[in-house]
Structure formats: structure tokens, C-alpha cells
């Protein structure tokens, strides 16, 4: 007659047979005694395999912080070597869990063509990046993140940056209204990281110029994901308004950018188009 022996997940032992009487259970005593070691260790190996997959389960339920990257672009309408760049940001301004912005700076305009989107504190902003990353002021020039600064026609530098680990916060994208000529934000920051400079931003998804003067005479340009204003933001429940140019018709967005005291970005998010 055969008798085996049975583990369950609690490491009792069962005999198939539970109704025969206990002299047949001591006939087995040799047996059971030779597979005792052999049970204990199936029985920790058991125990310890419930506890990985376990402690596995607890890890799959923590939600992780969504996270974005951040492309900005320094360009100028002015600049020869800029329309490789800007049509490099267009290819990025879709992309998944990348906010692309471009900044047109205003230090070109002296030679024949003025920006029309070109701003003075967009050239200080790029200065101020120059001084943390310790590079040049230059044209065009792709930060990524406020951390890492490359050639903006770069592809191959754009895909490795885009590539890496280096993220940032995803935050609650703004709560935006558009009235006439003006975008109207609702800004929260009470869930954010830690910050030293916050700012908003009104952007431009795409605008066509044809340039008659200066390095870019008779091309057309296409910019994407323009900024065409930046305001500080001094609280963490903020209502922002922008108003917006009268020629410029178009679909606006609203982003964030959150920088620490080197001007690393710590948390970005963009709002839908409106």
C-alpha cells in the first residue's frame, strides 16, 4: 500500500491516508524521519518564496511621481544657424513626457531683422543659465532640464538627453481660460517639490514668419512652442493673467517651470491649448 506525505502552504504534514490506524503511521517512522530535513528545508524555501512575492505585490501598488523632461531652445529669427533648431524642437513639441519651449532671445536683432518674439529677459535668462552651466552665450543653445546644455541643432545630443534618466516632476497642469485676448491661469503648487524660482509661462504652439531682412532674408520660418511672456510666481495658490498679442492669433498654452538656486528644473507641467 502506498503512503506519501503532503506539504501545504502551512507546512503541516498530512498523510494521504488520515483513517489508518497509528501502528501504520510508526511503521513509516524510519521514512518520515529520513524526509524530515528534507521537508523543513522545501517548507523555509516555501516561506520565503510567499514573502518575495509578497513584499513584491506592496512594490507594484506604490504609485511612482509621473515625471517630464524639459527642452528649452534658445533661437532668434536673427540667427543663421537657428532654423535647424527650431525645426528640431518642432519634432519634439508632441513627444510623451517632454515639454518643449522656445526662447527667442533679443541680442540678434542688430543685424537687419527684429524678432518679433524676441524679449530682453529671455537673453538675461539665458546669461543667468551661462554662469550656472559654465558656458558660452550662443545660438541656438538646447538646456535640458537646466542642467545639461548642448548645440540646439544637435539630434544625435537631443535623442541621448531625451535617452537618459534625468527627469523631473510632472506637476498638476494649470487650470486655464481663454477670454478674447487674454489667458487666464489658476496655478496650484501646494503639492510641488521643493523650489527656489517659479515662473509662468504663455506659449505659442506655432507661428509661421516670412523674414525679408537680415541672415535669414527671404525664408520662411517655422517656430514652435513659443514663449512669448515669463512671470514669477511669489505664492503657491496663484491666479495669473496674460495678455495676448492682437496679431498673433493662435492656440496659447500655459506651462511651469520650478528651478532651484542653480537653475536646475525640479517640476514642469504644461496645460492643454486653448
Not at 1 to 6: C, G, H, K, P
Not at 32 to 37: F, I, K, N, Y
Amino acid at each position: 500500500m502506498l503512503i506519501y506525505l503532503e506539504i501545504s502552504s502551512t507546512c503541516f504534514l498530512h498523510l494521504a491516508q488520515p483513517s489508518k490506524s497509528l501502528s501504520l503511521i510508526m511503521a513509516y517512522k524510519p521514512l518520515t524521519r529520513t524526509l524530515m530535513p528534507i521537508i523543513s528545508m522545501l517548507c523555509a524555501f516555501g516561506i520565503l518564496a510567499f514573502q518575495h512575492n509578497e513584499n513584491h505585490d506592496q512594490d507594484n501598488s506604490i504609485v511612482s511621481q509621473p515625471v517630464v523632461q524639459v527642452v528649452e531652445l534658445f533661437t532668434s529669427q536673427g540667427c543663421s544657424s537657428c532654423p535647424p533648431a527650431d525645426k528640431l524642437l518642432g519634432t519634439i513639441t508632441d513627444k510623451e513626457n517632454v515639454i518643449a519651449l522656445s526662447y527667442h532671445v533679443d541680442y540678434w536683432n542688430r543685424l537687419g531683422w527684429k524678432d518679433q518674439f524676441s524679449d530682453s529677459q529671455f537673453s538675461t535668462y539665458q546669461r543667468n543659465y551661462a554662469k550656472a552651466l559654465r558656458s558660452r552665450v550662443y545660438t541656438p543653445q538646447m538646456v535640458v532640464n537646466g542642467s545639461k546644455e548642448f548645440v540646439g541643432s544637435k539630434s544625435i545630443e537631443l535623442k541621448k538627453n531625451l535617452n537618459s534618466k534625468s527627469m523631473v516632476d510632472l506637476l498638476t497642469k494649470p487650470e486655464v481660460s481663454r477670454e478674447s485676448n487674454q489667458l487666464i491661469a489658476q496655478i496650484d503648487l501646494t503639492e510641488a517639490p521643493k523650489y527656489q524660482q517659479a515662473y509662468a509661462l504663455a506659449v505659442l504652439d506655432k507661428h509661421v514668419t516670412q523674414v525679408t531682412r537680415g541672415e535669414n532674408a527671404q525664408k520662411q520660418l517655422i517656430n514652435s512652442n513659443i514663449v512669448i511672456d515669463r512671470k514669477a510666481l511669489n505664492s503657491t495658490n496663484a491666479n495669473i493673467t496674460f495678455d495676448l498679442p492682437d496679431d498673433l492669433n493662435g492656440s496659447y498654452r500655459i506651462a511651469i517651470i520650478l528651478q532651484d538656486d542653480d537653475l536646475n528644473i525640479v517640476g514642469a507641467a504644461m496645460s492643454d491649448a486653448y
